[in-house]
């Protein structure tokens, strides 16, 4: 069964940092080119990075330079680190491949 998993969420001041992680099963995640996406209240959900299986990464201008998208290959992880976090960033982020969907985990930037 295909499943993504995503954690690492929270609560966390203006200029601070989170690592998302999103666990990846019944498939071999570096075969895919995994994305993150957001969604904050009342938005449409938006594309925030993606990584390529090749590991080549692409972002939003609005995150580029703050937000760095990795995968662990061994781990079948897909990571999302996020720095010099704004309160626009507040939103829930999810994990993609093809056709699947995580559940999404809570990012809330707020003093």
């Known amino acids: 069964q295909v499943q993504l998993v995503e954690s690492g969420g929270g609560l966390v001041q203006p200029g601070g940092s989170l690592r998302l992680s999103c666990a990846a099963s019944g498939f071999i995640s570096a075969d895919y080119t995994m994305t993150w996406y957001r969604q904050a209240p009342g938005k449409e959900r938006e594309w925030v990075a993606q990584i390529y299986g090749g590991g080549f990464p692409t972002y939003a201008d609005s995150v580029k330079g703050r937000f760095t998208v990795s995968r662990d290959n061994a781990k079948n992880a897909v990571y999302l680190d996020m720095g010099n976090l704004r309160t626009d960033d507040t939103a829930v982020y999810y994990c993609?491949?093809?056709?699947?969907w995580g559940q999404g985990t809570q990012v809330t930037v707020s003093s």
């Open positions: 993609f491949r093809v056709g699947t």
